[in-house]
Nanobody, 116 residues
Framework: QVQLVESGGGLVQAGGSLRLSCVAS????????MGWYRQAPGKQRELVAS???????NIQDSVKGRFTIARDNAKNTVSLQMNSLKPEDTAVYYC??????????WGQGTQVTVSS
């Protein structure tokens, strides 16, 4: 069973930075996509950024130029560096691992709150 454990959320003022990290454990295919989703109160969960096993990234337009996603396959980690944070970035952020054609796994979520 795959487990994802996130860390790094918190409270920050607008314009500040946070770094989220996620560690994956458990047996799984190396051919996978890791990513970060977020869900704000009253809204649907949305993709923020994803990265494939070979480093291709997909970044949501609203965070392009501010957020950077990276992964370390040797350490089974994915990170999300968030700069120039805005109040509208406030949400619970979830780590995701998708094994192509197979399973989808989620972390427990970490709260990010950006004050104006």
């Amino acid at each position: 069973q795959v487990q994802l454990v996130e860390s790094g959320g918190g409270l920050v003022q607008a314009g500040g930075s946070l770094r989220l990290s996620c560690v994956a454990s458990g047996r799984r295919s190396a051919i996978n996509v890791m990513g970060w989703y977020r869900q704000a109160p009253g809204k649907q969960r949305e993709l923020v950024a994803s990265i494939t096993w070979d480093g291709r990234t997909n970044i949501q337009d609203s965070v392009k130029g501010r957020f950077t996603i990276a992964r370390d396959n040797a350490k089974n980690t994915v990170s999300l560096q968030m700069n120039s944070l805005k109040p509208e970035d406030t949400a619970v952020y979830y780590c995701n691992l998708y094994v192509l054609g197979s399973s989808n796994y989620w972390g427990q979520g970490t709260q990010v709150t950006v004050s104006s």
